[in-house]
């Protein structure tokens, strides 16, 4: 059975080349592939370098603690880093964060469908919006969600794109 699936992509450390990966090994595990643009915003809520964020949506044939297992699995490859902030905490950052935002309409706790982040973020409304202007989550249009971001300061990056490395990768 195929299930619908909408990702969140982000990275502030090699950003690029993370998104790279991701789009390179997502690929292995979904089809019908279609990437929101890429786009800039500031870290909320650590210091460092801006992320480049994006939305992805697609189809599989895993289920969803198949599907879970694997974006991890991606995810980990790149590893994490280990810096010390300012207040002098240690924090540790992902290369590469791979949420899971929507797996068809699945309502789950473990993990949490649909993110909470579906609804807090300009950097996950935004690019859902370019992705599927008429979806709907729980009873909320995606139009009307987005209305609270009309004045997102995100900076949408040209230079990359992520359908052009799906395209590519199938050549």
């Not at 299930?3 to 969140?8: G, W």
């Not at 949506?57 to 895993?62: A, C, E, Q, S």
């Not at 797996?103 to 993990?111: A, G, K, T, W």
């Not at 202007?133 to 909320?140: C, F, M, S, Y």
Request: one cysteine or more; glycine letters at 2%.
């Amino acid at each position: 059975m195929s299930h619908t699936i909408y990702l969140a992509l982000g990275s502030n450390i090699c950003r690029q080349v993370a998104l790279t990966h991701a789009m390179l090994q997502l690929s292995k595990i979904m089809s019908n592939i279609s990437c929101s643009m890429v786009y800039e915003s500031v870290p909320l809520h650590a210091k460092g370098p801006n992320f480049y964020n994006a939305v992805i949506k697609g189809t599989t044939d895993l289920e969803l603690d198949d599907f879970l297992s694997r974006t991890k699995d991606i995810e980990a490859v790149l590893g994490r880093m280990r810096w010390i902030d300012n207040e002098s905490n240690v924090q540790n950052i992902r290369c590469l964060d791979i949420d899971i935002l929507l797996f068809d309409n699945i309502v789950s706790e473990i993990p949490q469908l649909p993110r909470e982040d579906v609804f807090k973020y300009d950097f996950v409304v935004i690019p859902l919006l370019e992705l599927d202007a008429e979806l709907t989550i729980q009873n909320k249009h995606i139009k009307d969600i987005a209305e609270d971001f009309k004045n997102s300061n995100l900076i949408i990056c040209n230079n990359v794109k992520l359908q052009d490395i799906i395209k590519n990768n199938k050549n």
